[in-house]
């Protein structure tokens, strides 16, 4: 017999009892044919020194005694078991890096965590990744650049081949949606004050957002009192990786807004002072100079009126100003922004 008839793949040394008979003081345990350090105990027992090699891997290795001439001769043989060791399960804590942004190529994942064996494999979303061992608690794993081409949570698990082993707990990896590039709009003036006939100039800023921005933009108004015009010089602009501007002339037309109203009620005032002024007028009781001052009177009030009438010049009067909310919208490839500047015109 043997003492133990068995033991497990990579259990290391040991010392293994030999019980039979016939043994002499320069009998020799032969393990898997090969000689091996023999202590005499008795005539019915042996012991021998193991390698830690010769138990490395799972098998059923012979056990034999060999006694020298005079006489003597191999033993019969025994068999010696050599279990499979069972794999440990793995488990997954941390992944680094634990997130990328999508398309950004092939990279080196780092998974640590605990029962990694030498044959241990990273799978990433389900698929397997070439691994390296680095340590019973690390593992690499090359992971493709298709692996990241779009946005998404894959999980990272680490699996261990049998006998025992397993699959470990799961981990998400993060796949960042890839920023797309844009810009932003800005104007180093917000409001202009001008008259009817004038003009007035906002210099316009796109700034590169989420790295370079390299569509032209063009640009159009909204909101331009009427009769105004909107130009834009240069008409489109590029910011690339930074920004670039472009001015926005506003023209006014010469004459007000019809839209306009007079502040004081003097062509009212006027037109009616006129009215009284012919009504007197015709009087014949009437002094001169009362008749010469209500004559002037009409006169007055019927050139108010008159000039109120066409939108002109206002006697006593003077047009309320009008605040304009100009929206300016610019088009790159698929991206829209606007910004809103304010034109007050007197």
């Known amino acids: ?132 061992y680095v340590s019973a608690t690390q593992l690499t794993a090359a992971i493709l650049a298709s692996d990241v081409a779009a946005a998404g949570t894959p999980s990272v698990t680490v699996f261990n081949p049998s006998p025992g082993g397993g699959t470990s707990n799961a981990l998400t990896f993060t796949i960042n949606a890839a920023l797309v590039p844009s810009f932003t709009l800005s104007s180093t003036t917000s409001s202009q004050t001008i008259q009817p006939g004038a003009s007035a100039e906002y210099i316009i800023t796109a700034t590169a957002q989420n790295g370079s921005f390299t569509s032209p933009i063009t640009f159009t108004t909204s909101g331009l009192p009427t009769g105004a015009t909107g130009t834009f010089a240069p008409t489109s602009i590029i910011p690339a990786s930074s920004s670039a501007s472009t001015t926005l002339t506003i023209q006014l037309a010469s004459a007000l807004p019809a839209s306009f109203a007079a502040r004081s009620g003097w062509p009212v005032a006027a037109s009616t002072l006129s009215l009284l002024g012919l009504f007197f007028a015709t009087r014949r009781a009437r002094r001169r100079w009362i008749r010469f001052a209500l004559i002037a009177l009409a006169c007055l009030g019927g050139a108010a009126a008159f000039s109120g009438c066409n939108g002109g010049f206002f006697i006593g009067s003077q047009a309320t100003p009008q605040t304009y909310t100009v929206t300016i919208t610019g088009t790159g490839g698929t991206v829209q922004q606007t910004i809103t500047v304010q034109l007050t015109v007197e």
Do not use: E, H, K
């Open 1 to 132: 017999t043997l003492l133990p008839s068995s033991t497990t793949a990579g259990s290391g040394a040991f010392t293994l009892t030999v019980n039979g008979s016939g043994f002499i003081s320069s009998s020799v345990v032969n393990f898997n044919g090969n000689a091996r350090t023999t202590t005499y105990v008795s005539a019915t027992q042996l012991t021998a020194a193991i390698l830690a090699s010769d138990v490395a891997t799972a098998g059923t290795p012979s056990v034999t005694v060999f006694n020298p001439s005079p006489g003597g001769g191999t033993s019969n043989a025994v068999t010696f078991t050599i279990n499979a060791a069972s794999n440990p399960t793995p488990a997954v804590t941390t992944l680094l890096p634990s997130s990328t942004t999508a398309g950004s190529g092939a990279f080196t994942l780092t998974v640590n965590g605990s029962g990694f064996i030498s044959s241990s494999v990273v799978n990433f979303n389900g698929s397997a990744r070439t691994t390296t």
